[in-house]
């Protein structure tokens, strides 16, 4: 469950803003955490040093 506290506080986040009626801001954060999330899945992996 603790990997999903990010998740869940950028959808609160989210849909406050939509609430509140600035969907811009909606659209740029949610869009900021889709390419945040996508860059950590794909960026190359960092060689360990031991």
Known sequence: MRGFGPWLAVLALVLLLSALRLRPLAT???????????????????????
């Open 28 to 50: 740029a954060v949610s869009l900021a955490w889709l390419a945040w999330c996508v860059w950590t899945w794909v960026r190359p992996k960092r060689p360990r040093r031991d």
